[in-house]
């Protein structure tokens, strides 16, 4: 009998520390809730921690033509933005496009949301940013810049201070320092048999000037090998194949003179189609090689227009 007795105690201890035990349900693999911890506070992310660090009152606003060659963009667009931001950590960086056609297409396309001026104007009044610099990856003071003018001072009144940065090619020390980039990067090819051809947009402002200028101190400063011509001004491709002649050479090297390699550089300057700068030029005798690099490419550019950010900030009261 005892020993009955002893078992039967041993099963209802065995019995009793089953129950204390959280049960399962199979179905569901839910299992009964235990006491734990509180939970730690979620940590900040570094994304938040930046974008608290900014300084809530003032804004940088990039604002560029745009492009939907989604790799040029980045290496250009992008880049000289980034310059811009590790320049000036303290301001926020943000984007606008001028051209609604392309800002459709990159929507449409990629289901990427690009700001326009305006909506870009609304979205920092509507933010709390008191001080906006706007500074363009335009190259020069032409018709888009002006348009960019003329909206901010609509504007004027909803900031406390609007302050718009230079285009790229303003002082005689831009010209200098965007002739010292593009012949340290294509000094390579400056052997005497070759010219290097930098193709510009152009336009029909009186700022297409800035082209015959940079060809006169191109030349002045000795670069006798390299031309400046223009897509859809002066100086045209004829006239760049008239400097050309006589000249001994027998490779042509194209490369933009653009802040983008976009739809001119592919298309215009190095496209198979017979009119393209390639093409003619191909069709002339010359071997032709073509880079497909914008401007906003090379660092020394992206540190010329973060010269004219720090510049406008300097206008800040």
């Known amino acids: 009998m005892k020993k009955f007795f002893a078992v039967l105690m041993t099963l209802t201890l065995a019995l009793a520390l089953l129950a ?13 809730p235990a006491e734990t911890e509180a939970a730690e506070p ?28 989604n790799e040029s963009r980045d290496a250009t667009i992008g880049a000289t933005e980034a310059a811009i931001q590790a320049g000036f950590p303290q301001y926020e960086v943000r984007r606008a496009f001028t051209s609604q056609i392309i800002i459709d297409k990159l929507a449409e396309r990629d289901g990427l949301e690009i700001d326009n001026v305006t909506q870009a104007l609304d979205r920092a009044a509507a933010d709390g940013i008191k001080n906006l ?5 335009h190259l020069m003071n032409g018709f888009e810049y002006t348009d960019l003018a003329d909206e901010l001072a609509t504007y004027e009144d909803t900031f406390d201070q609007i302050v718009l940065g230079e285009p790229l090619l303003t002082s005689d020390e831009d010209f200098e320092a965007v002739i010292a980039a593009i012949t340290s990067d294509t000094s390579s090819y400056d052997d005497g048999q070759t010219a290097i051809v930098f193709m510009g947009h152009g336009t029909e402002a009186d700022s297409n000037g800035v082209y015959a200028k940079m060809q006169e101190m191109i030349t002045a400063d000795g670069f006798d090998n390299y031309y400046i011509g223009t897509v859809e001004a002066t100086p045209s491709l004829d006239d ?26 592919n298309n215009d300057m190095a496209g198979d189609e017979d009119d393209s700068w390639k093409s003619i030029l191909t069709g002339e005798g010359y071997e032709v090689e073509c ?27």
């Open 20 to 32: 204390g035990c959280g049960s399962t349900t199979e179905e569901s693999g839910e299992t009964e």
């Open 42 to 69: 979620a940590e900040t992310t570094e994304a938040e921690e930046t974008a608290s660090d900014f300084d809530p009152d003032t804004a940088i606003l990039v604002v560029s033509f745009g492009t939907s060659y």
């Open 133 to 137: 610099i706007v500074q363009p990856t």
């Open 240 to 265: 760049i194949i008239s400097a050309l002649d006589g000249k001994g050479y027998t490779r042509v090297v194209l490369e933009p003179l653009m802040v983008v390699a976009g739809d001119h550089a």
């Open 291 to 317: 880079i497909l690099e914008g401007l906003g490419q090379k660092p020394a550019i992206q540190e010329i227009y973060a010269d004219h950010v720090k510049a406008a900030v300097d206008q800040l009261a």
